[in-house]
């Protein structure tokens, strides 16, 4: 199959029109906000399960809930952050089941993708995508965003900028 950007697009409308879904906008996460995040890990996603002929909409949807939670990100130095890790995928297991139908691929996709993390292994392939492409994205987010700030404030700090 041919990556079909509309298809994507069709498939990401449903989220898009649901209020609660706009909101992660404005959720910082990574350095930029949630919905950037999960659009990229969606898109990507959509483009690896498309181009090896696997269920492209189960893998696109667990994509775009993957993250579907409206909580703030914790800081890496707060004490609760290894459980905030391990249990934001039960949270948006709930929050997508109140907006979505969600199906057995789905509700993995979402559930392990962050394994290794939380220890639970991916059942399907759509999975392992999914889990892979939010690691890759996340990697990219991070020094996109996160180290040039840091860098941006260390140099405005070494000429007293700031």
Do not use: Q, W
């Amino acid at each position: 199959m041919n990556y079909d950007k509309s298809l994507y697009y069709e498939i990401y409308s449903e989220f898009y029109s649901v209020n609660k879904f706009r909101k992660l906008k404005s959720i910082i996460h990574h350095g930029d906000n949630r919905l950037n995040h999960i659009n990229r890990v969606a898109k990507m996603s959509f483009f690896v399960s498309s181009k090896l002929g696997l269920d492209y909409i189960s893998c696109t949807r667990g994509a775009l809930m993957h993250d579907f939670f409206t909580t703030d990100d914790l800081s890496k130095t707060d004490s609760r952050y290894k459980d905030f890790l391990k249990s934001h995928p039960k949270e948006a297991l709930v929050n997508a089941s109140k907006y979505f139908e969600i199906n057995e691929v789905e509700e993995d996709i979402i559930l392990t993708h962050m394994y290794p993390i939380t220890r639970v292994k991916p059942k399907y392939i759509e999975s392992k995508i999914v889990s892979f492409c939010d690691k890759l994205v996340s990697f990219y987010e991070f020094f996109r965003f996160e180290v040039k700030a840091n860098l941006c404030y260390a140099l405005l700090s070494i000429y007293k900028l700031i």
